[in-house]
């Protein structure tokens, strides 16, 4: 069952590393699943964030790619997608192609603002940022991602 039908509730601490990092920055960005309620994100839990769209042919693509990078990793990192579209739309694509995990609306200047700070200076879709437990930014990824190099940040990402 998709994941963003489960209730949801934007509560993001500051206890993640330090003064909350990207969990605050997200929470001030104004998120909310397509069901208009908001997204609770751990303390301490690697985040993934993908940024995409459903007109975006490059993203559509890559969500399969992403689903079976969380199906082996989900338990260790949170996913997040951040849909750059009409509420609409994402629903009408996730029928279509299941998300498997949280997807949340984005679609305004404060997202723009956000993936222009983690160093999408293009502005382009799409785009994933991959942080640690601390909030740290560990990689970004302009255009598609690519599994395997995905793969291998996670892996050394999960090292001690």
Not at 31 to 57: E, F, K, R, V
Not at 113 to 140: C, E, H, W
């Amino acid at each position: 069952m998709m994941q963003r039908m489960l209730p949801l509730v934007f509560l993001l601490l500051a206890a993640c590393g330090g003064n909350g990092g990207i969990r605050d920055e997200l929470a001030q960005s104004g998120l909310h699943s397509l069901d208009g309620q908001t997204l609770t994100l751990a303390p301490a839990q690697p985040l993934l964030i993908n940024y995409w769209a459903s007109w975006c042919s490059p993203c559509r693509d890559e969500i399969p790619e992403l689903n079976a990078l969380h199906a082996n990793h989900g338990k260790q990192v949170r996913f997040l997608g951040v849909a750059m579209d009409e509420p609409e739309a994402v629903r009408q694509f996730i029928r279509e192609t299941p998300v498997h995990y949280d997807v949340v609306l984005g679609d305004n200047l404060r997202i723009r603002a956000l993936m222009q700070s983690q160093g999408n200076t293009s502005k382009g879709i799409p785009f994933t940022v991959l942080y640690d437990s601390r909030g740290r930014q560990i990689a970004s990824y302009q255009g598609k991602s690519g599994l395997d190099q995905l793969k291998r940040d996670l892996e050394k990402m999960q090292r001690p």
